[in-house]
């Protein structure tokens, strides 16, 4: 970080007066919501085109990308179950006596 600022610092005041704006404006497109496309929230949109590159990661060998992002999906849904059971068993204990709750 600080060395990205002092990179910032360096172009605005010998290379050109506008950089550090051009810097944010680009900072700033690549830190907002993705909008819709075709009925997909743009949340999502990221990571679509990152399974859709991900050969990238592994050689141009396109199976193996995919078996990665399989694999990611598959460590995904098992970060999800997992955090929904935690909640559900932080949830159900009462956090004055550690007892259990009774519904």
Known sequence: MI?????????ELFAEPTAG???VTKLSSYARMPE???GIPGVFLP???????MYVLTASRYLAGMLLAALLELALLW???RGWRQRR???LVW???GEAATS
Request: net charge positive.
């Open 3 to 11: 060395t990205v600022a002092v990179k910032q610092v360096i172009a």
């Open 79 to 81: 970060a999800v179950v």
């Open 21 to 23: 704006a051009v810097f």
């Open 36 to 38: 819709s496309r075709n």
């Open 95 to 97: 956090p004055s006596n």
């Open 47 to 53: 990571y679509i085109e990152l399974v859709r590159h």
């Open 89 to 91: 068993t932080v949830a």
